[in-house]
Structures are given as C-alpha cells and as structure tokens.
C-alpha cells in the first residue's frame, strides 16, 4: 500500500504548470528491487517533473487536434482514474480533475512472473492512492475557490505538511484532514490524552488521536439528493433518482457506542440499498430485518462507534419514486446568433416551498458570447435574470420560494450572441452533443428541515453504550444534484432500456 509519487498540475495556462511534487525514494527503491527480481519484467523510473507535466496534460489538451495514439486510440481499455503512461511503462497512474487542477498520484505495484499486471481489483495500494488524492483536493480546494494557485501559495506548504505526517515514507496510515489539523494545533493535548490514558489504564484507540474533552454533542444529519433528466415528451419517460445519506459528528467522552433508528412513515417508500461504514457494529440492512410499529411505520436500527470527525455513516436509495420535485419544460430555438427561450416550472406540492437556493443555469454551447438580453419577461417578479462571468450562459435566480398560488414559474426572453468564436474557458468545457436546438438547462435547489423520502430520525430512540449525557442535533437536507431539463425542440440524450433480451 505505498507511493511512489504525488503531483499537483495546473492545466490553466495552455502549457500548464508543476504547483506540488513529492517523491518517496525509499518506495521507488523497492519498486526497482520488485521488478529486477522479477523474471521478464522491466523497471521504469519515475520521470522529471517537467515530462510529468506534459504527459499528464496530453490527456485534458481538448483543442489539439492531432491523433495522440495513448489519448485518443479506441483499443485502449482505461479503467479511469487509473491510467498508463509513456507508453504504457508507467502504470498504475491515478489521478483525479478538480476544476483546473490535476491531482496525480503513482502507486507501487509489484510485477508478475513475463512481464504481466496484477488485476486492479488486487492493488491495495491503488485504492489507498485514490483516498490520499481525495484528503489532498479536500485540503486544497478551500484554497483554490478564492483564487488562482500557485507553486509559491502558502497551501502547498501545508500539503507538504499534512504527505509527510499521513504518508510517511510513501505509505498512507490516517489520512484524516480532521485528524491532521487537531495534532497540528494542540500536540500538548495529545500528549496529556496519552498519559492519562496510562494513568487510567483506558485504551486509546489508535484510530483517535485525541480524545474529546469539554460539553458533548451527537449530530445526525440526512442528506437526501434527487437527479433527473426531464424530457417533455410522451414518447420518452423521465427519468428520476433519491439518495440520501446519513452524516455524523460525534463529540462525547470516553468510546461509546451509539444507537438510533431511522424510520419510514407510514405509506412512503422503504429506503433500501444500504449500505454502512465499517465503523457501524449492526444494522438492518436486509429488507428482513425491518421494524414495523403498531402504526405502520417501518424503521431500522443502526448502533456505530463514535468518531471524533465527521462521516458518512451510512448511503441508501429511495425506490418507487415516480413524481418529480420539480416539473418543467424547456423550449428553445433560433440561429447562431440569436435564439428565444422559454422555462416553466411547477414545484410539487409535497416539497418544502423554502429554499436556501433555487437557480437555474442557462448554458449555449457552441455559439459566441453573449452580448444582450431582450423581451424579458418572468415570474416571479423577485426572480432575477443574469450573465455569467464568463457570457456563456444566463442564470436565473427565482430566489427562496415559488410563488403561493399555483406554485408556478416562468421565464421567456431572447438572446443574442456575438459572431466571434468565444475564448477558450476550461471551466466551460463544449458538449459536443449540444449543437443547434439540442440543449438542457440545470435546476439547481436546496432546502433544509426536509427530505423527499419522509424518513426521520427519533430522538428518543438514541442510546449510549455506556450511558453518556449528550446534547443531540438532527437535521435534513435535500437538494438537486445533476438535475436537467432538456430542450423539446432538439435531440436529447437518453438511455433505452429493451423490454426483452
């Protein structure tokens, strides 16, 4: 479970630029020592900084035209985030795109007698790569959304930092920002928690550095998420997904066990594919191990050890749901240069008319900037219509709720563009699908103290193992995640399903 490597690359400029590097020499060593044991097997050291660079970047170059054999060849089987490069002799490379910054990272993997691979599934240190990239974009990107990076940002000191303490030596142990950050700040209360520990003869788990002092708190929160692609058509059904997870914080003294029921009113649907953290003791997962109460409601039991940073205890789906949270349409039409839209959407009744946000994003690819707005005309009249900063798209804000009476909202305008061709935005990315009439908008909405599926969490039914004195907090989200509506006046993208084989 080693690496060999680590990079953080940005693809902002056209030649891109080296921002992180972190190499372990004594993994490359045993790397070396693997392959030359090895019958038929070749060593390939890791390449400079610079050839990195270009490699890595060969792969995200979108407007260079030539054929790039390892790039763009359609006998390659990739297996993304996993890639090979230089011809194959470097393998296996993972990395992971965060908006302009590539985050790359090359795992060991011993060699097989002839020269052969072991099956991805089997490298452990592949997965181990993939989670060190992730704790890396977590510690970076706070950063990174408050402007451009670079190599002398005072972020990559600290990511220095945080390799060296989670990685030493090439290999990952705790790779916990949470963790890292607590030992960074108060390495006097580590200690102390160490020797009272001894003195008390308490095992301190080794999966938490430091144990939790001061007043206690137990918070559950349920995210629920719900992507769709509406078409407005009687010839293609929508298509609708609910899942939710349930997220944890738990800030008590002493290693309790926790327990809690989450529970499905009566005439909802039964939240099923559930699936646990490793830290959850037992669970009903199986549709068999349902509680049902005398008034019908259906539950299930989770009891968990407590962490002391935040984590997903458990990920579910919502079936059977057929109604949209919001329904639409979308017609557009018109040439290059100008074209005249029109957007409705209804909110279900069932939803809570209370938003933290409920915009949506207007994208027009392939056509030029856009340089004005005409014959707007919208409901609700809070809602606002603007460019973005790049004049790509429009974005209509209908603000913290749909209007009362019908729970409608409109919004018809035209649009014209330039005739110039629009800078190249790696932000913006063009859909090569999305030509002519062929488009979608995105509804992107957010509301708390609700969840589609209904389900709760009773506080009463929470326990400590030993009995502890907590202060509990629960909460619910639901918001859209990749939620379009697609233009009935073009194609559309959709996946057909055969009724028979």
């Known amino acids: 479970m080693s690496v060999r490597g680590l990079w953080v690359l940005s693809r902002a400029e056209k030649n891109g630029e080296l921002l992180f590097s972190r190499r372990f020499p004594t993994v490359e060593r045993r790397q070396e020592m693997s392959c030359k044991k090895t019958e038929g097997s070749k060593y390939f050291p890791l390449p400079t900084d610079a050839d990195m660079l270009t490699a890595v970047l060969k792969f995200h170059n979108y407007e260079d035209d030539r054929f790039v054999e390892e790039r763009d060849s359609c006998t390659i089987q990739r297996q993304p985030p996993t890639y090979e490069l230089f011809e194959g002799q470097l393998w296996p490379v993972v990395w992971i795109v965060q908006g302009h910054l590539v985050y790359v990272a090359v795992a060991m993997a011993e060699p097989l007698a002839g020269g052969k691979r072991k099956p991805l599934l089997e490298l452990t240190s592949v997965t181990v790569s993939l989670q060190l ?9 706070p950063e990174a959304e408050k402007g451009e990076l670079t190599k002398d940002s005072s972020i990559f000191t600290d990511l220095l930092m945080f390799v060296c303490w989670c990685a030493p030596f090439g290999n990952p142990n705790d790779l916990s920002i949470v963790n890292f950050k607590a030992v960074q700040q108060t390495p006097q209360k580590v200690k102390q928690t160490a020797v009272r520990a001894r003195e008390t003869q308490i095992v301190q788990p080794a999966w938490r550095l430091i144990n939790h002092k001061g007043s206690s708190k137990l918070i559950l929160i349920v995210r629920e998420y719900v992507r769709a692609a509406v078409y407005d058509s009687q010839s293609i059904p929508n298509a609708l997904d609910v899942y939710g997870t349930v997220r944890t914080r738990c800030e008590i003294e002493g290693h309790p066990e926790v327990q809690f029921s989450l529970t499905m009113l009566k005439g ?8 646990v953290h490793p ?11 349902l509680q049902i109460t005398a008034g019908g409601d259906v539950s299930r ?17 919502v079936p059977d749901i057929k109604q949209l949270p919001v329904e639409g349409y979308y017609q557009m039409e018109g040439t290059s240069t100008s074209v005249r839209l029109l957007i ?11 938003f933290e946000v409920c915009n949506v994003e207007i994208p027009f690819y392939h056509r030029g900037c856009i340089t004005d707005i005409n014959n707007l005309d919208q409901s609700p009249t809070w809602s606002t219509v603007n460019m973005s900063a790049n004049r790509r798209c429009l974005l209509w804000s209908i603000g913290q709720r749909f209007p009362i009476k019908g729970l409608e909202a409109f919004l018809q305008c035209d649009v014209v563009f330039s005739n110039e061709p629009p800078p190249r935005d790696i932000n913006f990315p ?9 488009a979608y908008i995105k ?11 209904s389900c709760k969490i ?3 039914s929470i326990t400590y193992f030993p009995t502890a004195k907590c202060k509990v907090t629960i909460g619910y989200e639901f918001s859209s995640e990749n939620y379009r509506i697609w233009n009935s006046r073009g194609d559309c993208e959709v996946a057909y399903t055969p009724t028979t084989v």
Do not use: G, W
């Open 279 to 289: 830290r959850v003791i037992t669970a009903d997962t199986d549709q068999f191990d």
């Open 301 to 317: 039991k989770f009891r968990f050890s407590a962490l002391l940073e935040p984590f997903d205890l458990c990920h579910y789906t």
């Open 443 to 453: 509804v992107a909405f957010k509301t708390r103290d609700y969840v589609y599926s």
């Open 268 to 275: 909802n649907p039964v939240l099923n594919n559930v699936i």
């Open 458 to 460: 009773d506080s009463r």
């Open 430 to 438: 063009e859909d090569p699908f999305c030509i002519n009439n062929n």
């Open 344 to 354: 409705q959407l209804k909110l279900n009744p069932r939803v809570k008319n209370d």
């Open 133 to 141: 990239l992730q704790s890396m974009i977590e510690m970076v990107t």
